[in-house]
Nanobody, 117 residues
Framework: QVQLVESGGGSVQAGGSLRLSCAASGIIFKINAMGWYRQAPGKQRELVARLTNGGSTNYKDSVKGRFTISRDNAKNTVILQMNSLKPEDTAVYYC???????????WGQGTQVTVSS
């Protein structure tokens, strides 16, 4: 059974930082591309940051220079370090794992991030 469990969300003032963590189980973690998506009220879910099994990254333009995605294959964990947070970063953040062999996406339950001005 695949499980992605996020932690680290919360409320912070603008300019602050949060660190999101996603612990994966039930998948061959090292072969999966791992990513963070977010969904704000009334909006579609969007990609925030993605890290392939080969180490390539891509970020949403508005978070470049502020957010950093990293992974620890030994701990089956992916981290999203978020600095200089803005109110427009407020959303539910979801961890994603994409298995390139099976073309399957797995999702966590989401964690709320609220940034106040």
């Amino acid at each position: 059974q695949v499980q992605l469990v996020e932690s680290g969300g919360g409320s912070v003032q603008a300019g602050g930082s949060l660190r999101l963590s996603c612990a994966a189980s039930g998948i061959i973690f090292k072969i999966n591309a791992m990513g963070w998506y977010r969904q704000a009220p009334g909006k579609q879910r969007e990609l925030v940051a993605r890290l392939t099994n080969g180490g390539s990254t891509n970020y949403k333009d508005s978070v470049k220079g502020r957010f950093t995605i990293s992974r620890d294959n030994a701990k089956n964990t992916v981290i999203l370090q978020m600095n200089s947070l803005k109110p427009e970063d407020t959303a539910v953040y979801y961890c994603n794992a994409n298995d390139p062999r099976l073309h399957v996406d797995y999702w966590g339950q989401g964690t709320q991030v609220t940034v106040s001005s």
